[in-house]
């Protein structure tokens, strides 16, 4: 069979096994695309897909990748991928110009002509943007010059916070990402994580600013306010892996387990983890300043915990001895931001702090730098069949996300093995792996 048949057969037999778990599962019937509203079965951040639907999701988009990639001349196909970043541009200035409300406000169907009036700029410009997008299914053309939204593109209506936080990530992310290829070549950058060197610093600071230096300068108040509204007001981050942290991790077996959430933060996924989970005791740990910041406007409605004991704060840096007692040692996007040498400092309190307590286990969030595919080079099967597993679902977008993560904080992003050998290096192994139903994935370690 040539390859095209393989795939060919191989997506048939994958969509029916889609549509057999969909109709059995979803309460939306089929999925749809250029109907204007979500598609709950999928688009409900907070009920994820189930595993069968979610690995199928993830098979048929490799095979779908391949099919395209086998039918493209290649010239088209690397200046395609070449100049994504028009596409980009086309998202952030329908966002910007709020296009997707703009059509509801006038009955979900408009033409170009009065879009172009309603949203003030002009209509050849706004055609083409739109254009652009209708090829991603994100708005539709229904008639010549006619346009209104799909599923896609709805999303973006009604929502300020989505629409900041996607400004944000393509307005800067693609600032970033320029100089991402001389990061890797840049005889001061080339072997540094830190932040001091992040390609943020040398394409948008400029000044040798980091990230958090720039966003703490009154002069740049409009980025600040934009990150602030794509964050605090859709979560947008969390709406992206917050139900898989809540589903895909087995907290009911902690029972009443004290977890010390080391770096806490903000303190938001133990939040939602003790909202579902009442029993765990919860630790947040962190730098003076944001523990007070984190007591000062703690949630009313998890307030009788922080009065009856079972949440408290403790002020503690992770390269000094631990001074907690705890069951579960919890790291949410800590260890990234470190290089080797560091991570095994913390490691090593930890190892320490573990000891202390009989049966302790650490719990590390990520996201894992992962292989979308890994081919035997004799290979005649489909991509989809050699996904690899101890990593993170959703490859592709677990390496984009980690390279938006370096490109503004610096950093070191790992694979399951790099983490792996760090953790054998400070004495612990790995009991379990959990994949989450997004890009990010749970270690279960213990002392070894
Ligand atoms: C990337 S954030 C992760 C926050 C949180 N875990 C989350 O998932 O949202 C890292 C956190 O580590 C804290 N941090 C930085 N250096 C620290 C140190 N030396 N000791 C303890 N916390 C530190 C920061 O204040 C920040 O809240």
């Not at 230096?213 to 009154?218: E, H, L």
Request: glycine residues 6%; hydrophobic residues 40%; charged residues 20%.
């Amino acid at each position: 069979m040539s390859y095209l048949s393989i795939l060919r057969t191989s997506l048939n037999d994958k969509l029916q096994q889609m549509e057999t778990e969909l109709s059995v599962s979803s309460h939306n019937g089929s999925p749809y695309l250029l109907e204007a509203h979500p598609y709950l079965a999928f688009d409900d951040a907070d009920n994820i897909p189930s595993r069968k639907v979610f690995d199928l999701m993830e098979q048929i988009r490799m095979d779908l990748k391949a099919v395209d990639s086998l039918i493209t001349p290649t010239r088209f196909k690397l200046v395609e991928l070449g100049t994504l970043h028009y596409k980009s541009a086309a998202l952030n200035a329908a966002v910007v110009l709020n296009v997707a409300d703009a059509i509801e406000a006038v009955g979900g169907e408009v033409t170009l002509e009065d879009l172009a009036k309603k949203v003030d700029v002009n209509e050849h410009k706004l055609g083409r943007i739109l254009r652009t997008l209708t090829g991603e299914f994100i708005f539709q053309e229904t008639s010549h010059n006619v346009f209104k939204n799909t599923r896609h593109s709805i999303a973006l209506a009604g929502s300020q916070g989505a629409r900041s936080f996607l400004s944000f990530i393509t307005d800067l992310g693609m600032k970033c990402a320029t100089g991402i290829p001389k990061d890797l070549s840049n005889p001061e950058t080339k072997h540094s994580f830190a932040e001091t060197t992040a390609p943020f610093c040398k394409v948008v600071s400029k000044n040798g600013q980091t990230f958090a230096q720039y966003m703490g300068n009154p002069e740049n108040a409009t980025m600040v306010e934009l990150g602030n509204e794509g964050i605090t007001d859709l979560l947008v981050e969390q709406k992206l892996t917050r139900a898989a942290l809540l589903y895909d991790y087995p907290w009911a077996e902690l029972g009443s387990t004290k977890v010390i959430d080391l770096g806490s933060g903000t303190g938001d996924s133990g939040m939602d983890v003790m909202r579902k989970f009442p029993q765990l005791s919860w630790v947040y740990q962190d730098l003076e300043p944001v523990i007070e910041s984190l007591k000062k406007d703690f949630p009313g409605d998890l307030i009788d915990r922080v009065d009856d004991g079972r949440i408290s704060f403790v002020v503690q840096d992770y390269f000094q001895p631990n001074a907690s007692d705890g069951n579960v040692w919890y790291m949410r996007g800590v260890l990234h931001e470190y290089n080797d040498d560091q991570v095994l400092a913390i490691l090593n309190h930890l190892t320490a702090a573990m000891r202390r307590t009989p049966n302790s286990k650490m719990i590390i969030n990520e996201v894992l730098n992962s292989s979308p595919i890994i081919v035997p080079t004799s290979s005649m099967s489909t991509p989809s069949e050699h996904i690899p597993g101890s990593q993170s679902a959703m490859a592709s977008m677990a390496n984009i996300m980690t390279w938006s993560t370096f490109s503004l904080f610096g950093g070191k992003e790992r694979s399951y093995q790099e983490y792996e050998s760090l953790l054998n290096t400070a004495g612990l192994k790995i009991s379990r792996f959990f994949q989450f139903r997004t890009f990010t994935v749970m270690l279960e370690c213990v002392l070894a």
